[in-house]
């Protein structure tokens, strides 16, 4: 199996593989026939027990026509079985995301709170837009439905195809194509942990500063295990085979403490001194106060130490930092399992029918942050948890009687709690389908398939909807009988409150308190998707519709295709604010492609050839019809060199975006300085707006209105509802999509090849979430009138009731770049330099990212990401990125070694940049983290076969254990990321050893 990449200027790529010890051999840039059973269509695999494939079950990516010697007109990067071994067939999506093309994921990294699906995006546009298909049909994009033993190749088609596929495939297809004949039985096994050295003398004294623990010498750990089973049986002359696969993986979980590198969650600050700025290393934890907070009268209080019922000023030297809890790496299991039937039935027909079903569940922990907190809760003046003068502070002259107070602040605190976390997805995938000849060079196919994806969330110790109101609720105590006794109680309102002590430091909150306040949260979400597709396809020589100056005839395909989705989602007690909603569309396509072969095996014409496509989509919930087309041409002036263009206008059609109903969240904190800041402590605080500065989304009543308004904290932020889900309003997305590339095959450097391809993607009405972050400062401060929409106020009295964060169609988002690649497979003794050396593979896959723009709100100041890292541009967003390699087929036994080498180029942190949107105020600097150098990751693999039909491999991913760039919280806190570093670029978890087992019978 070979990586066929082709770069025009193979000379340096040459040069630059030769002094890299380099990747692996079984990545391609593809120029390969797509209607041929040959090795450079079909990787050849080591599965004795595979049945061999004939030619009616080849597999095409990018087009609807099969042809024989049928070349790609737009990139293609296959992937093969020997390469997922290399990096774990237990982890497809980390595999995958070591490709330049492919955006990089997290995979089992990340809090434990995160979703189990594991989707795959490209030109990092994002999952959305990348069409995911199973043996050329439609899936979900979550890999875990795939059996990773059982692929055969994935091929990777960047830019757009909604003309041959439908909505979604803007930034390209990814194309699992699994195997689904076996005759015998076939056996995979993998185990695999992580090995990290703590020896950071950095970061054991910040958590010595900190007064926490630090690991120290060599972690072992973080186990995955992996076992898959495949068998089939061939009936009736190899007219029937009946097939059959079951897989296991399990992986173990890795805590913050088990490694130095994120031991700590790392602030880039110090606490005690937070105006110094990015200026110094510390240690962040889950943060308390033992003795409260309270917001009364204009001041910052807590209790008196001792048990002493009186107010205090409040002072950040009473907070206290316990250590945090939580994965690196979740704790997972996933089982998969299937089975496949193709039968040759009479007249030349072919049925075909499969299911496959796939469970993960995964497992983590959390530290509980904090507070109970309500931003508005009077307190009944003859409350008897109130001492004297706390009951002065709070009620004054009305001390004592049964009046209630003016509305205070509050923040409660009970140390020590954990909330745990299940997450369960289920999935399963049915299909039929039904092919045939019409006459020798005319085929149809038939198809049925139906996929349902089931996920599940539960936590518990989750804050209840109405939490801050029974928090109040809990404020308001009278004695009945000597007993405190909630004022809701003995009205009748509440009969389950709570009576709540908070003016003690010696009263920490009770079970009985806490549980009341607190409950189990669970939410189940439902996608259907059903698909009727029905195809004709061939070419036409028979008929003579050719080209006078072609050998090869038209060829054509017609596709009809129905699909029905359906969106279901609810939640359940503390997650009750998911809201419930269940959505359908569907949709009525038609669509035609048409190959032509204009010239072939002339002089200066070896081949030239144009192919089209067009397609009609009829959504239900639009009154127009949603249109897609492609134009793409070939020319090969000789044998040994190709150039290729593609031009493609792509759709998306939200329909999750679309379908998904509104989610509220009450009490979030939103920025909003027309309203009046609460006066700081330390006379810090921020400062309200002008009239003038906000008349652009709000009226002067309403301003004026505000000025008594006591609701905000010291930097301006104030409690408000967030909305976020789905908006039916939404329109589809449309890109303009290009390529361009050139494919050099040399005749007098046989076994190389190279491939140099310039893309150009354009979005129009790009679906985002709305940036409601930035939604105050955009509307009030740069006076875009798009963003002001996000803030609905009271009409009369001005306070912002609704932070408005669901989807819209922004402006657009456009990127950019050039793929390069080459492979170049050589054999010394055929050039006559040695004998008997084995066979080496040299090759590489790059990218070039030119631009990455984004443009939130139409008519706004676009603004770029690339070269960029933090705050609003997250990740990093380097200009290239490449994996190359090289791999020596072993002369003496059945087996070979590789290495890797991995790079992601360097990064500057994102206010650093001159756009005006995302440059750093006047005097910040970022001295801790001002930018990430290049980095190199180098990997190694080898395998051997023991007997006959079992191979034996080891490999070692990030070979020189080497740490990730430190990346903390700044004081505005918007750099930080998971585990102190970004680790979807990253490894976190230090070096990865495999040893791995396939056996075939």
Known sequence: MTYQCKWGLFGVSFIAMAFSATASAQVRTADFPQAETTPAQVPETDTAADTPRDASEIIVTGTRIVRPNNVSNAPITTIDSTYLKERGLARIEDALAQLPQVTPMLGLQGASWTSGSAPVGLRRLGAGRTLTLLNGQRMDNDVNIVPGALIDRIDILTGGASAVYGSDAIAGVVNFIIKRKFDGIAFDGEVSGFNHNNNSKLLSDIAKTAGYPSPSGYYLGGGNYFASLAAGKTFLGNRLNISAFATYKKADPIQFRDLDTTNCPLLMFDPANREAGNTKWSCDGTTYNPYNYFYAKGQDLTNAKGGVRAFRPYSTADEVRIQRVDSIQRRSETVNAGGFITADLPLGMRFGGSFLFSRVTERGRNSVDGGLWTPEAPVNCDNPFLGPQQAEVICGPATGTT???????????????????????????????????????????????????????????????????????????????????????????????????????????????????????????????????????????????????????????VTGEYRKYRNQSQGFGAWSNFTTFDGRTSVRELGGEIDIPLIENKPFF????????????????????????????????????????????????GVLERLEGENRYPNVAMLDLCAPPRAASDGKGATRYTFEQCSIGMTRAQYDALTTYTGCDSRGFCPT?????????????????????????????????????????????????????????????????????????????????????????SGYTATRGIDFSTNYALDPERLGIADHLGTFNLNFNGTLTTKYERQFAPGNTPWSCLGYFGFACGDPMPRWRHVAGL?????????????????????????????????????????????????SYFDFNANATVVKGVELRFNVQNLFDKDPPLIGFDTNYGIGQYFNTFPAYYAVRGRTLRVGVSARF
Request: charged share 20%.
């Open 403 to 557: 009046a209630l107070s003016d509305p205070i602040s509050l923040s409660l605190f009970r140390p020590g709690m954990f909330m745990n976390f299940t997450n369960d997805t289920t999935d399963w995938r049915g299909a039929l389908t039904l092919s045939g000849k019409v006459t020798d060079k005319i085929r149809f196919e038939l198809s049925y398939q139906k996929t349902r994806n089931i996920q599940h969330g539960f936590a518990d110790h989750q804050w209840r909807p109405d939490q801050d109101q029974r928090l109040a609720r809990g404020l308001q105590v009278r004695n009945v009988n000597g007993i405190p006794t909630c004022l809701s109680k003995i009205d009748g309102t509440d009969p389950s409150c709570q009576p709540i002590d908070a003016f003690s430091s010696n009263v920490s909150i009770s079970d009985a308190v806490y549980t009341w306040l607190s409950d189990t949260g669970s939410r189940r979400q439902q996608n259907d998707l059903q698909v009727l597709n029905g195809a004709v396809s061939g070419t036409l020589e028979d008929y003579g519709l050719k080209s006078p100056l072609a050998a090869n005839g038209i060829g054509f395909a």
């Open 721 to 809: 509802t967030l909305i976020n889900g789905g908006n039916p309003d939404l329109q589809p997305e449309r890109s303009r999509s290009i390529t361009v590339g050139t494919v050099i095959q040399p005749r007098f450097l046989h076994g190389f090849t190279a491939t140099i391809d310039w893309y150009d993607i354009m979005i129009r009405g790009a679906f985002e979430w709305t940036r409601i972050d930035m939604a105050f400062n955009q509307c009030y401060g740069n006076k875009v009138q798009f963003f002001c929409q996000f803030y609905k106020r009271d009409p009369q009295t001005g306070v912002l009731k609704v932070a408005d964060a669901r989807y819209n169609n």
């Open 606 to 653: 070896k081949e030239l050839s144009v192919n089209g496509g067009y397609r009609i989509s009829d959504y239900d919930v639009y009154n127009s019809l949603v249109r897609s087309w492609k134009a793409e041409a070939s020319w090969a002036p000789v044998a040994d060199l190709r150039f290729r263009g593609s031009y493609n206008r792509a759709v998306r059609v």
């Open 887 to 935: 791999n020596w087929r072993l002369p003496w036994i059945e087996g070979g070694l590789g290495f890797t080498w991995r790079y992601t180029g360097a990064t500057r942190i994102s206010k650093l940049s001159s756009n005006k949107v995302l440059a750093a105020a006047p005097g910040e600097t970022y001295p801790l983290a001002d930018r990430i150098r290049p980095f």
